[in-house]
């Protein structure tokens, strides 16, 4: 029996898929969102007001001007107080009159005293007469109403002296705390009245910034905290403010607290009145 061979040709090659790799499973992460917060507002020192005229009267000298800096005390400006000063010095001579009458009554008194004391002894012993010794005792009693008397002027002198230098001083306006002078409202020989404005002073520092912030914050904003403060005057300078104050009340009308922050370094470029923004990074 014969076989005959087969000739089919051999299927053509086919190159199997590579079997998947297994590839370890990656860790879930949560990505954590962040809340930006921006506030901006003026700068602001706490010292800083209007100074008022506390008499009226005739500004006779000034002492300083715009942009001029100036110490708690420094006299700024002057009133007319030649009246004034003629006024307390002849209530400064009644005074002293006064004073010396006073003296001279407490000499007498003790005098008379003494010679009471001695017409006491004297008619114990029996060795005056009663009305020699009543004469003396109401002598004494006189004199000591003298003085009373002498003691009341005096207080009354003094009171008078105290009031007119009082009135005296407030011809003298004084700086109430060291700073700059932004704003001058007078000018030489103007008549001012009881009220009016005469300056404008800001305190030196420190430079400080309000603003209010959403209640979801408040548990998050801590006395302390450090923030960085711009300002678009100086737009390539940043600097470091810290918390220094946050309200522990809800406004409960606008759903917002308030948080006050103060500048690190008050020798800075920065000044009052400046508009400043702080960014803050909340989780």
Same mark, same amino acid.
């Given at each position: ?15 199997? %898929?590579?079997?998947? @790799? ?84 407490? !000499? ?5 005293? !003494? ?55 407030? &011809? ?39 603003? &209010? ?13 450090? @923030? ?12 470091? %403010?810290?918390?220094?104050?946050? !309200? ?10 308030? @948080? ?24």
């Amino acid at each position: 029996m014969t076989f005959t061979a087969c000739s089919d040709p051999m299927p053509p090659s086919v190159s199997a %898929a590579p079997e998947p @790799v297994p590839v370890a499973p990656r860790e879930s992460i949560t990505p954590v969102r962040e809340n930006t917060f921006t506030a901006s507002g003026p700068l602001v020192v706490e010292h800083q007001l209007d100074l008022l005229a506390q008499r009226d009267g005739v500004i006779s000298r000034l002492a300083a001007d715009v942009g001029i800096r100036v110490k708690m005390g420094d006299v700024l400006a002057e009133l007319d107080n030649r009246q004034l000063t003629a006024d307390l010095e002849a209530a400064r001579s009644k005074a002293n009159s006064a004073d010396a009458e006073l003296k001279s009554w407490q !000499s007498e008194e003790k005098v008379l005293d !003494s010679d009471y004391e001695r017409a006491k002894k004297l008619w114990d012993a029996q060795l005056i007469p009663f009305e020699q010794f009543e004469h003396t005792k109401y002598k004494a009693e006189e004199e000591h109403f003298e003085v009373q008397r002498a003691q009341q002027s005096l207080a009354a002198a003094n009171a008078t002296r105290e009031s007119i230098a009082l009135e005296l001083d407030k &011809t003298r306006i004084r700086a109430p705390f060291s700073g700059v002078i932004s704003r001058r409202y007078i000018r030489d020989g103007q008549e001012v009245t009881r009220g009016d404005r005469l300056f404008w002073i800001t305190g030196d520092g420190p430079l400080r910034m309000g603003f &209010t912030m959403p209640e979801k914050f408040i548990n998050q904003i801590k006395k302390g905290m450090e @923030v960085n403060l711009t300002t678009s005057d100086l737009p390539d300078r940043s600097y470091k %403010a810290k918390v220094v104050e946050v !309200s522990p009340v809800i406004d409960p009308s606008s759903g917002s607290f308030e @948080v006050l922050i103060q500048v690190e370094n008050s020798r800075t470029d920065l000044r009052p009145g400046m508009n400043a923004s702080v960014k803050l990074t909340m989780f």
